[in-house]
């Protein structure tokens, strides 16, 4: 059984420009929930998307968007990059809302 | 607003120390507390978790009490492994959902033979 997966592994970018990183969900999960981890810094929760909605947001700029597609998998878009944006971004699915979460090996931003 | 404190590292301790990560909580009511690890190169793992006052989470020999009269989710483990090398984060989920969290800063631990 395929745990939650992420795309790509690593990815550089330009300031400035838009980025798109992907994620599967736990198989029979329909929860998906992304996190940014700041060099040295605990997750900081993004949103969470559920029945292809965004449910909840945290703290973040309207640079950060996403989507949920209905096979469950989700994308993450930042756009206008800045050098803050670099990060790990982890990606969690959940089976349902307000169940534990399974995270992924995340995704490592740098943006130059 | 909610948050989790963790004690600073990095931790640096030989095989078959005793280990304890100091963890404390500002949150209204009392939510649920997790302790999840994060493996060089990994994303997190759920180590354990408590879901109310008094009650101990274990696993792989790692333990965590919830004390709510000190706020507190202190993780210890009486003898570590170099494999327990890792950083580990105390958590609480926001407004009680346990799949939107608020995570401490982290804590490294590096365990040598």
């Known amino acids: 059984d395929a745990g939650v997966t992420q795309s790509p592994t690593h990815l550089i970018k330009t300031r400035g420009q838009q980025v798109t990183l992907r994620c599967s969900p736990k198989s029979g999960h329909d929860t998906v929930s992304w996190y940014q981890q700041a060099l040295g810094q605990g997750p900081q929760f993004i949103f969470q998307?559920?029945?292809?909605?965004?449910?909840q947001r945290g703290n973040f700029p309207d640079r950060f968007s996403g989507h949920q597609f209905p096979n469950y998998s989700s994308e993450l878009n930042v756009n206008a990059l800045l050098l803050g944006d670099s990060a790990l971004y982890l990606c969690a699915s959940s089976l349902r809302p307000n169940t534990e979460a399974f995270f992924g090996q995340g995704t490592r931003l740098t943006v130059v | 607003g909610d948050s989790v404190t963790q004690m600073e590292g990095p931790v640096t301790l030989s095989e078959e120390a005793f280990l304890t990560i100091n963890c404390t909580y500002t949150?209204?009511?009392?939510?649920?507390l997790f302790w999840y690890v994060q493996y060089p190169g990994e994303g997190l793992q759920l180590l354990l978790k408590?879901?109310?006052?008094?009650d101990k989470g274990s696993n792989k020999g790692f333990e965590a009490t919830y004390r709510k009269e000190t706020t507190s989710f202190h993780l210890e483990k009486g003898s570590v492994q170099v494999s327990d090398s890792a950083v580990y984060f105390c958590a609480l989920p926001r407004s009680y959902n346990t799949d939107k969290l608020i995570f401490g800063t982290g804590t490294r631990l590096q365990v040598f033979p």
């Open positions: 408590a879901t109310k006052a008094d």
């Open positions: 998307y559920y029945e292809e909605e965004e449910r």
């Open positions: 949150a209204t009511g009392y939510p649920s």
